[in-house]
């Protein structure tokens, strides 16, 4: 008869604790091992096929952004005509109509027509009106800081064109009397859910006709150009 060496007795008692321990874990239950794999479900529980799952709530979908908007303003502008000898201004009851676009969140892209009748205080003009009227069109970008918000302001910069001529100028005349424009300017507006009021100012430079051009190549001297600036309260409209 053999007597059993303790290496022979481990090896002999080894599959008792390998069974012990498979038949340790009772039916329907989980251990923490499988219970991590399953953090949705604790220790002990059996899923079953009926389980109910939570509802889950819908997520509305994000508000249609309003980026095309229509204006109207109306204000006055002040035209300076600076030369070597004289400098002369005037100043224009204006009005403009703008369609805007807005293809960013910041970003906005304006076109705006304007144009208006200049008064003066002189008794020599009936009811305060000349004869002079000038015509603005504009294209301009605004970059808003807030346009989200009710109140959001904007820096403007732009290029156009500005016609100053008499209210009853031929078509040459109001051709001839074209100048280019650039303008910068600064704005706020108050915004509710479509209907927006704002107050905007800018500050114009206005260059010399073609004659005037012209002339100066020649040596003539002409005005550099005009010089001004507009401000105007106005009205719009988000769609």
Known sequence: ???????????????????????AQAPGEWTP???????????????????AQPPVAAVAPAPRARRWSIGLNVGQTELTAN?????QSATFDTGSLAIRYRPWRHLELELSFGGGSQTVDDDEYYGGESELAMATGTLAARYRFNPQ???????????????????????????A????????????????TRFAVQFELRAMAVGQTKNEMELADQGIMTTDGLTGGNFAFGASYYF
Do not use: C
Not at 4 to 20: C, E, G, K, Y
Not at 83 to 87: G, H, V
Not at 149 to 174: M, P
């Open 149 to 175: 918000r009710h109140w959001n302001w904007w820096l403007l910069a732009g290029i156009g064109g500005t016609t100053v001529a008499n209210s009853d100028a031929s078509d040459d005349e109001v051709e």
């Open 177 to 192: 009397a074209q100048r280019p424009h650039g303008v910068l300017g600064i704005g706020v507006e108050h915004r509710w």
């Open 33 to 51: 091992e499988q219970s991590a794999a399953q953090p949705h479900h604790p220790v002990g529980y059996a899923p079953t096929s009926n389980y």
């Open 83 to 87: 030369s070597e000898y004289d400098s």
């Open 1 to 23: 008869m053999k007597v059993m060496t303790p290496r022979l007795m481990l090896l002999s008692i080894a599959p008792l604790f390998v069974a012990a321990s498979a038949n």
